[in-house]
T-cell receptor
Framework: GQNIDQPTEMTATEGAIVQINCTYQ??????LFWYQQHAGEAPTFLSY????GLEEKGRFSSFLSRSKGYSYLLLKELQMKDSASYLC????????????FGTGTRLTVIP | GAVVSQHPSRVICKSGTSVKIECRSL??????MFWYRQFPKQSLMLMAT?????????EQGVEKDKFLINHASLTLSTLTVTSAHPEDSSFYIC????????????FGSGTRLTVV
């Protein structure tokens, strides 16, 4: 099974850095994804980690520690348009390689 | 890139009627399609996984007789909400595995279902 936790809401200031944490428990870990979702829209892919360490992609970075069941998404130089929900999703080693989503973190960027 | 087209984007139906939601893969073959439901301010909950040509696998607590999933071809999967009730009002999203892409999955644009 899965138990994926994220903070429900966060607020940060434009231009700042924010870190969104995700902890998970899973029986067969096969990768962790971060998605951005604006209200009423489909999620869009941000990053993917399967090995420990940091993956950097422009203003967004994602970190994974498999031994700790922990990941974070780091957003730098925050912009107003970054206000959205950020979803942590874990893939398991099953026949279909399902994605299971965390509770999502609603980020509000303020001027 | 791989695109999944989901229709309708928004539907309002009367209680007791059925609604069909379609997801089409436009430029690739979707062997596996995942169906999610999302209630307001909540995350995506996996409802079922469908594979082309076989029966869908439903998650615990999801009624397979109420949420009928058909994946008859490699480019089309449908979810039919039968005898809809107001509590079925939600945002439904499909997602297809994209074998050739490292990011793995592509999502439809979602369907907002309101049952009145």
């Amino acid at each position: 099974g899965q138990n994926i936790d994220q903070p429900t809401e966060m607020t940060a200031t434009e231009g700042a850095i924010v870190q969104i944490n995700c902890t998970y428990q899973t029986s067969g870990f096969n990768g962790l994804f971060w998605y951005q979702q604006h209200a009423g829209e489909a999620p869009t892919f941000l990053s993917y980690n399967v090995l420990d360490g940091l993956e950097e992609k422009g203003r967004f970075s994602s970190f994974l520690s498999r031994s700790k069941g922990y990941s974070y998404l780091l957003l730098k130089e925050l912009q107003m348009k970054d206000s959205a929900s950020y979803l942590c999703a874990v893939r398991e080693f099953t026949g279909a390689n399902n994605l299971f989503f965390g509770t999502g973190t609603r980020l509000t960027v303020i001027p | 890139g791989a695109v999944v087209s989901q229709h309708p984007s928004r539907v309002i139906c009367k209680s007791g009627t059925s609604v069909k939601i379609e997801c089409r893969s436009l430029d690739f073959q979707a062997t596996t399609m995942f169906w999610y439901r999302q209630f307001p301010k909540q995350s995506l909950m996996l409802m079922a996984t469908s594979n082309e040509g076989s029966k869908a696998t439903y998650e615990q607590g999801v009624e397979k007789d109420k949420f009928l999933i058909n994946h008859a071809s490699l480019t089309l999967s449908t979810l039919t909400v039968t005898s809809a009730h107001p509590e079925d009002s939600s945002f439904y999203i499909c997602s297809a595995k994209v074998e050739a892409a490292f990011y793995g999955y592509t999502f439809g644009s979602g369907t907002r279902l309101t049952v009145v």
